[in-house]
């Protein structure tokens, strides 16, 4: 996202939280259903997300894992998600067996105007179809004028909650964290979604609590961890470091502090000191965020010790993985991670792709990996990334340890497999839904 400024920047967005104006957006009062008002009357699954897609992100990659599920399960589902740049095609087509995607538009220069955008553009295509057998959204920015007409909308409503803009905003717009009344306003349609909703999904045990600290129903939450292409991330035992050759390390996913990316880099300069190395940041970089972190870098650059990468598709980021010899999840301790919660995709495809991972000892960490499956180091401290790292080139033994116990926990528990299969489940349970005689069968049943 692109920080608007101050001037017109979180003004707008307060007003724009506090009730659009008082407009209704060009959201139908009503929409067509059969002459009864029952299950029965309602058509299909509408899986909304003001997220691009396709894109080589983790939320992209999560989408699609159970958009597949729930179309090879349920059939009619309709995805609507942002199309992945202009140039893309902007015409509805089959995804998979059961479902269409329907790319919509998000434009602006700021996250005001492209969140107003998508959800005009979502009420467009809402008009004139059937009422939704469900509802399943991601953020309150599809998902709050959808509680607010869910009698009108659809039987049931999904609310999946990854992150909440109460929390994360403002690490993307540092302006935000002194508008107490914005934040509120924040909080307000967070709640509305949460009090709306019958089934609350959440990849973070973390996570989950903190919802049921904010009103949720325990009963309606459920957590399904984010999962890993097994047959992609392929396993590989560590790599051997030839003599003399720098110790390289890996960092994916987002370059921002609240991911700790600052932490990553001077542990390499610590590390610099005592051995060659060198570290490979992976992750989306707008014009700004850039010249930010090209400042933060500075003479490692020149040294060729860092290298920027922008997002690569999952294959080739499972290979870079394997020519890696440790990958780094650094994680700092802050209201995201330690309060809201998360679930880091890019740990559970390290331990998957078999490369030694360091990573911050922090409750979101320790639901994923314990001390024998990844090191475990303190929060926020450069240097006890450092450690680990020295330890790993000092133990021949620990990497190849650390690696096979890392794969086998995410075959147990990590799969997208099982992760589709928990989702499915908790429609039946939770929703009433009924699987199609071609739907999705059980690994137990495949198994049988």
């Excluded at 009864?36 to 309602?42: F, G, K, W």
């Excluded at 919802?211 to 961890?225: F, N, T």
């Excluded at 060659?276 to 940041?281: F, I, K, N």
Aim: proline content about 7%; aromatic content about 4%; overall charge positive.
């Amino acid at each position: 996202m692109s920080a608007p400024p101050r001037s017109h920047g979180t003004e707008a967005l307060s007003v724009w939280v506090g009730g659009e104006r008082g407009k209704r957006g060009g959201w139908p009062r009503r929409v067509r259903r059969d002459s009864t008002h029952d299950v029965a009357s309602a058509s299909g699954i509408v899986y909304a997300s003001f997220d691009r897609f396709p894109a080589p992100k983790g939320a992209a990659v999560h989408i699609r894992a159970f958009v597949e599920a729930l179309g090879a399960a349920f059939g009619g589902v309709d995805l609507l998600a942002l199309r992945d740049g202009p140039t893309a095609s902007a015409e509805p087509r089959p995804l998979v067996e059961g479902v269409t995607y329907h790319p919509l538009e998000a434009r602006g220069r700021d996250l005001v105007a492209q969140a107003l955008s998508f959800r005009t553009h979502l009420a467009a295509w809402w008009r004139n179809r059937p009422r939704a057998r469900v509802v399943h959204v991601r953020s309150i920015f599809e998902g709050y004028p959808v509680a607010t007409r869910k009698a009108a909308l659809t039987d049931a409503l999904v609310f999946e909650v990854n992150g909440l803009p109460s929390i994360e905003l403002k690490y993307h717009h540092p302006d935000v964290a002194d508008d107490a009344e914005l934040m509120l306003k924040l909080v307000a349609q967070e709640d509305a979604c949460i009090a709306s909703a019958d089934l609350l999904v959440t990849p973070s045990e973390v996570t989950a609590e903190y919802l049921v600290k904010r009103g949720a129903q325990a009963s309606k939450v459920r957590v399904i961890p984010n999962g890993v292409e097994l047959e992609v991330f392929r396993h590989a035992p560590p790599r051997i470091r030839a003599p003399g050759q720098p110790v390289r390390l890996l960092y994916s996913g987002t370059m921002t502090s609240w991911q700790g990316v600052h932490h990553a880099i001077e542990a390499l300069r610590l590390l610099r000191e005592q051995m060659p190395a060198v570290l490979t940041l992976v992750g989306p970089l707008r014009k700004h965020q850039r010249k930010v972190m090209l400042d933060r870098c500075g003479d490692l650059l020149l040294e060729g010790a860092v290298e920027l990468r922008e997002p690569l598709p999952q294959a080739e980021l499972a290979a870079l993985h394997h020519a890696c010899d440790a990958v780094l999840v650094p994680l700092p301790v802050n209201d995201r991670n330690c309060v809201q919660g998360c679930c880091p995709l890019k740990l559970l495809e390290a331990m998957a792709s078999g490369t030694p991972v360091i990573a911050s000892n922090l409750p979101v960490v320790r639901t994923l990996a314990g001390p024998d499956e990844v090191l475990l180091v303190r929060p926020g401290s450069p240097k006890a990334i450092m450690e680990a790292v020295k330890d790993l080139c000092a133990n021949a033994e620990l990497g190849p340890s650390l690696s096979h116990r890392a794969r086998a926990r995410v075959e147990r528990d990590f799969s997208w497999e099982r992760a589709r299969e928990a989702l499915v489940s908790a429609y039946e349970t939770e929703l009433g839904m009924t699987r199609r005689d071609t739907g999705v069968i059980p690994r137990e049943e495949r198994r049988a």
